[in-house]
Each structure stands twice: as structure tokens, then as C-alpha cells.
């Protein structure tokens, strides 16, 4: 699950410099121009500009997550894809590429980066028990003294050797992400979705 270049289209590059701008500018008019009334905005049927409001408009709170969450999503490598009439770019690539077969997308963690330390606590001064690049790592909920610290995960990795990795470098592929499509004919672009879950 290694992280393609971002080598996009001139269209998709238009479009993600201009999301960043919207969310740079808190612009929440700009960014509603940009919601079509199939955008996808959950698995519970909410969609459109009138869905986008209710969940992402409706109190400060709600906008500020929305503004934070964009910033977190346009910071991870994306990639660019086909779709039926042009390209879109999906972002983050945890989402974009297809998890082993047997993993749970509910307990899998995307490593975000290369020479990621697996350490025997939970620590920076423990000792580091391998390094990883861009694997997927299974969550592992066994040790009830790592819940009170957010900072580590315990994991699991795919020979079963357990761990500890810094919680900055892992995502959910199931943590919110969205993609960015460009009509082959106009190259306007709009937000196909921006959703969580599975």
C-alpha cells in the first residue's frame, strides 16, 4: 500500500490548488459551489448541498472540524483515477488502494510513512522492534493501559509480531477522506465525496 507520485492531471492539480485555497480562505460559499447534489457525504443517504449544511454548516464546531479535517485529508498523498466521464483524485491513498483480503477495514492501520519504528512499549526511548514502510498493521486492543495514552497504538503486524507505533503514523482507511472529480469535457471540477466509515 505504497503511496503513488502525485503525478495528476492539469485539471485535478487546478482543482486540488483551488480546494486549498477555499479551505485557506474558510470560503464555505466557495466550497458549497463545489457540492453537486450527488455528493456523497455518508452511508446514511445524506448527500447534496442541503446534506453538506446540515452536517458540516450548522454550528461553528461542525465548520471548524470541517475546515481541520479538509487541512488533514489535502496533507496526505492522494491519488489520481479514472471515473466514468473523467478523472478524480482520492485522497488519502489509504483509502484508494484495496486492503489485503483477510485484513478488517475496521481494525487496519495505514502506516504513513517509510522507516516507521515498531517499538516494544509504548515509548520513544523503547526499543525498536522493526521498521516499517507504508504496511497495513492490525489494531491490537489487548493492552487496556495504552487507551489512556492517545500518543501510541499497540499493533499487529502481518507475521504477528506485536508492538507499539507513534499514533501520528498510522490512519484508519476507513477515516474521512474524499474525492476531487474532473468532467473530461468541461474540466470543471466538484466534490464526488467526503465521507468516513465503510
Same mark, same amino acid.
Given at each position: 500500500?505504497? %503511496?503513488?507520485?502525485?503525478?495528476? %492531471?492539469?485539471?485535478?492539480?487546478?482543482?486540488?490548488?483551488?480546494?486549498?485555497?477555499? $479551505?485557506?480562505?474558510?470560503?464555505?460559499?466557495?466550497?458549497?459551489?463545489?457540492?453537486? %447534489?450527488?455528493?456523497?457525504?455518508?452511508?446514511?443517504?445524506?448527500?447534496?448541498?442541503?446534506?453538506?449544511?446540515m452536517v458540516?454548516?450548522? =454550528? %461553528?464546531?461542525?465548520?471548524? @472540524?470541517?475546515?481541520?479535517?479538509?487541512?488533514?485529508?489535502?496533507?496526505?498523498?492522494?491519488?489520481? @483515477?479514472?471515473? =466514468?466521464?473523467?478523472?478524480?483524485?482520492?485522497?488519502?491513498?489509504?483509502?484508494?488502494?484495496?486492503?489485503?483480503?483477510?485484513?478488517?477495514?475496521?481494525?487496519?492501520?495505514?502506516?504513513?510513512?517509510?522507516?516507521?519504528?515498531?517499538?516494544d512499549r509504548?515509548?520513544?526511548?523503547?526499543?525498536?522492534?522493526?521498521?516499517?514502510?507504508?504496511?497495513?498493521?492490525?489494531?491490537?486492543?489487548?493492552?487496556?493501559? $495504552?487507551?489512556?495514552?492517545?500518543?501510541?497504538?499497540?499493533?499487529?503486524?502481518? =507475521?504477528?509480531?506485536?508492538?507499539?507505533?507513534n499514533t501520528?503514523?498510522?490512519?484508519?482507511?476507513?477515516?474521512?477522506?474524499?474525492?476531487?472529480?474532473?468532467? =473530461?469535457?468541461?474540466?470543471?471540477?466538484?466534490?464526488?465525496?467526503?465521507?468516513?466509515?465503510?
Open positions: 500500500m505504497r %503511496p503513488t507520485a502525485e503525478h495528476l %492531471p492539469p485539471a485535478l492539480l487546478r482543482a486540488k490548488a483551488e480546494l486549498r485555497s477555499i $479551505i485557506a480562505r474558510r470560503d464555505m460559499q466557495a466550497l458549497l459551489a463545489r457540492v453537486r %447534489p450527488e455528493t456523497k457525504l455518508d452511508f446514511g443517504g445524506s448527500e447534496g448541498p442541503q446534506g453538506f449544511q458540516w454548516n450548522s =454550528d %461553528p464546531e461542525s465548520r471548524q @472540524r470541517l475546515w481541520t479535517t479538509l487541512e488533514g485529508i489535502l496533507a496526505l498523498p492522494g491519488e489520481a @483515477r479514472r471515473f =466514468d466521464h473523467g478523472f478524480e483524485y482520492c485522497a488519502p491513498y489509504v483509502f484508494c488502494n484495496n486492503l489485503p483480503g483477510d485484513v478488517d477495514p475496521f481494525e487496519a492501520l495505514v502506516v504513513l510513512g517509510s522507516g516507521v519504528a515498531i517499538r509504548p515509548s520513544l526511548s523503547a526499543e525498536v522492534i522493526r521498521r516499517v514502510d507504508h504496511v497495513v498493521l492490525t489494531r491490537a486492543n489487548d493492552d487496556p493501559g $495504552i487507551e489512556s495514552n492517545p500518543d501510541w497504538t499497540r499493533v499487529r503486524l502481518a =507475521d504477528g509480531t506485536m508492538g507499539y507505533i501520528r503514523w498510522v490512519r484508519s482507511p476507513i477515516d474521512f477522506r474524499l474525492a476531487l472529480r474532473v468532467d =473530461d469535457s468541461s474540466e470543471t471540477w466538484w466534490l464526488g465525496f467526503f465521507l468516513a466509515g465503510d
